[in-house]
């Protein structure tokens, strides 16, 4: 099994419904499992268990919440290091576009970077001028399909690297895929 | 007079887009004197004689383009440290939404900060769901009303920030202005 | 008065060090009266009455703590936006060079941006091969001169730049000063 | 072979002499073929044959050296999309400590991201008070033993990480290795 986990905090629930989407997106992969937690019902023994992450934080102030940081800050120090190698992904929700999903995204990447994963963002666009290429943004709910295609391609692709990655399954490669990955809607 | 330099780069012409109408806005101010340049057409001096600038950049690999950087590169060292003080705010145009357009406004902001300017973003919201918290943004051309207002709302509170920081007109402060800051639509 | 807020969380009491420094620095400026904060002990009314403030916090995971996080996202939403056009810088100790701090500095400037604050960093060098370009830094304690010479100077410029902002003080202007920068050291 | 590509541009010879050894880590792990370019010597060819990559910059203005960043905006748009799935990591050098080395490699991490790759830090202390958690970073010349070190370990590590991730070579993983990572040194 290909295992996920899709750990978030949300404040509004804009957080967790792109958490939701992910989730899903992540479920698409055949052999893939996922944990779906909030932080308030996750411990160290799901970053443990997990082989690729989902990390997702409402942008609060430019940066993650409090209370996604207090749960990292709080993981026993000795599993520190401990870790490496496995595969992340990152994703924000925000009151507005231009609100600083990018910059806590950013934000989350440094802690996954941090603690030893891989992370990555999608090269794909998700619909007409629509991308996720540094994790999955919404302003508000994500209620717009291109958002709700970014969460979902965003999960489908980190069971992707993890498959492939971490247990050498060639045919889970993204660039193997039939799909369309919608790059020129972009350009 | 208060002296703003509109520094820019484009290579579709929508960040050209984005400048015109930062220009526009930071003419709003009585008595701003604005400069609008392609970094193909300013030098030195037009660095010298800024108290405030607005610089920017397409969203190429989520970072500032070469021509914009290779302009900095290129100023003369001796500048370097003489010029402390003056005000900056940053703006990007990327292919999509999700593009690194924010990730490309905190590159631009690195170089202002390293060369002693104060950086500001706006707490504004211009439009609903939208904002330039860390700098003006749009994705492909600035069309909607929204991000054109964002412009021209960051222009303009760079005059007013430099008239009010530089020349002490405390009359222009942002927060005795009569116009409306849609803080609420953000909520 | 120039009124300096230095508000600060600690774990291992570096940062506090750091906090102590910058403090100190702080008063060199004639007419500055500096508030000396632990977030546990600091309140919304600290923040209405600074003009300038330097943030400072650990750097946990290349990010700032999850309790100077919580001290900012409990703030009285109804207050943000209103205190527009402070001026803002930021510091930040490790447990290693290299450990994330100008990661952590980048963190902490987006909680002023987006607040209203214009931010800075040091032109100057406070030491052979030592800056503050992005804040000041630290691997564990303050202990060398030079990285102590930073977070005096970074306290002094925050006063310099509040005076000369806010209250139109042309004569504390840092590039007026007497004192040698050390540019050349760096180069 | 796994392949791997340390690609840099240098001005003073410092992020040079920092590929070298970066190279020359790259190479301790059996079976790693390494190509070691500045961009005044790289093209497209070599982006498609690697595997894994290191990329270096000077810190310029806390970002990307704009003859870097050249390289990459030139590259043929046609291949952007195509290469997802390399591994890369990140090193650059600055004139100072503080003078905005994490900075740039945050910037030359978002040019990887955009571009498909897979980005790690290392978790590994590699002297007292010294690690290279978001890339491997020097002030000045890399003279100090600990800069070195940091710069071989990553090198090694890039190694690893690609041989595991690229070609299941489970024996390569960096927690399986015999090798002290040091981490108590920085705690």
Redesign the interface.
């Known amino acids: 099994m290909t295992k996920i986990l899709v750990l978030y905090h949300s404040n509004s629930g804009n957080t967790e419904r792109m958490a939701d989407l992910i989730a899903a997106g992540a479920k698409e992969l055949e052999g893939a499992e996922v944990r779906h937690r909030n932080v308030a019902c996750a411990d160290a023994s799901d970053l443990d268990w997990c082989e690729g992450i989902a990390l997702g934080s409402p942008t609060?102030?430019?940066?993650?919440?409090?209370?996604m940081?207090?749960w990292?800050?709080?993981q026993p120090?000795e599993n520190?290091?401990?870790m490496?190698?496995k595969?992340g992904c990152v994703f924000s929700s925000a009151?507005?576009?231009?609100?600083?999903?990018?910059?806590t995204c950013?934000?989350l990447m440094?802690?996954l970077?941090?603690?030893?994963?891989?992370?990555?963002?999608l090269?794909?666009?998700s619909g007409v001028?629509?991308?996720?290429?540094?994790?999955?943004?919404s302003?508000?709910a994500p209620d717009e399909e291109r958002v709700q295609q970014?969460c979902r391609r965003l999960g489908l692709r980190l069971s992707e690297?993890t498959a492939?990655?971490?247990h050498?399954r060639k045919e889970a490669?993204?660039?193997k895929q039939a799909y369309e990955?919608f790059?020129d809607?972009?350009?």
């Open positions: 609060n102030y430019g940066c993650v919440s409090w209370q940081k207090q990292w800050d709080q120090i520190w290091g401990q490496d190698g595969i009151g507005a576009w231009g609100g600083g999903q990018e910059w950013m934000a440094s802690i970077i941090n603690y030893g994963f891989l992370v990555f963002g090269t794909d666009y001028k629509f991308s996720a290429h540094y994790g999955a943004i302003a508000g970014a690297w492939t990655m971490i050498g490669h993204p660039l990955r790059e809607l972009g350009k």
